[in-house]
């Protein structure tokens, strides 16, 4: 070894003697958020409630992970989003997955982008899957309504409506179907 080296005072980060209590903990804290995100994507305050929820963490730690895990990209809210959103299509209105991500804590400028970046993609593909949702349900309460009865309709309209479809979507969609 040479003669400066010795006189250095060596720092491993991976060798947790050397590491301040503060250190350790924010290691811990990194660990354990890397721990969660493995198993399913998280959004920002999901994470964040998860870790405040343990006790284990100050805020400062928390705010700490949350940086760095956004630096790497483990977190991020816009591209959760914009994932939700194509999983879902098809399956769901657009207004009822805007309200499950906001639940989720998606960020409103994340879930504004992302939404936009969606349909904009949706236009390109020339793809409606609000009116595919909205078929799907349909047939799916068709088997369990009589649409000739004025109140199973009312009923049928009022189902879609809490769904998030637009009226005028609903009205055109049972249209088609009766002819």
Not at 56 to 83: G, M, Q
Not at 106 to 120: G, M, P, R, W
Request: with cysteine; glycine share 2%; charged share 40%.
């Amino acid at each position: 070894m040479k003669e400066w080296e010795a006189n250095i005072e060596v720092h491993n980060p991976l060798d947790r003697a050397s590491l301040s209590q503060e250190e350790k903990l924010l290691q811990r804290c990194k660990e354990r958020s890397l721990y969660l995100l493995t198993g399913t994507a998280k959004t920002e305050r999901r994470l964040r409630e998860k870790l405040e929820k343990s006790q284990r963490y100050t805020e400062d730690i928390i705010a700490k992970t949350i940086d760095f895990l956004k630096e790497y990209d483990y977190l991020n809210d816009y591209t959760y989003a914009l994932r939700y959103l194509e999983e879902n299509s098809g399956k769901r209105s657009l207004l009822d997955m805007k309200a499950k991500l906001f639940q989720r804590g998606v960020d409103c400028a994340s879930l504004k982008e992302a939404i936009e970046a969606f349909q904009e993609k949706q236009r390109e593909e020339e793809s409606d899957p609000e009116r595919e949702a909205l078929l799907q349900c349909l047939e799916k309460k068709r088997r369990t309504l009589n649409l000739s009865d004025p109140k199973d309709k009312q009923k049928l309209y009022a189902f879609l409506m809490r769904k998030g479809f637009s009226y005028d979507l609903i009205r055109e969609a049972l249209n088609l179907s009766e002819v």
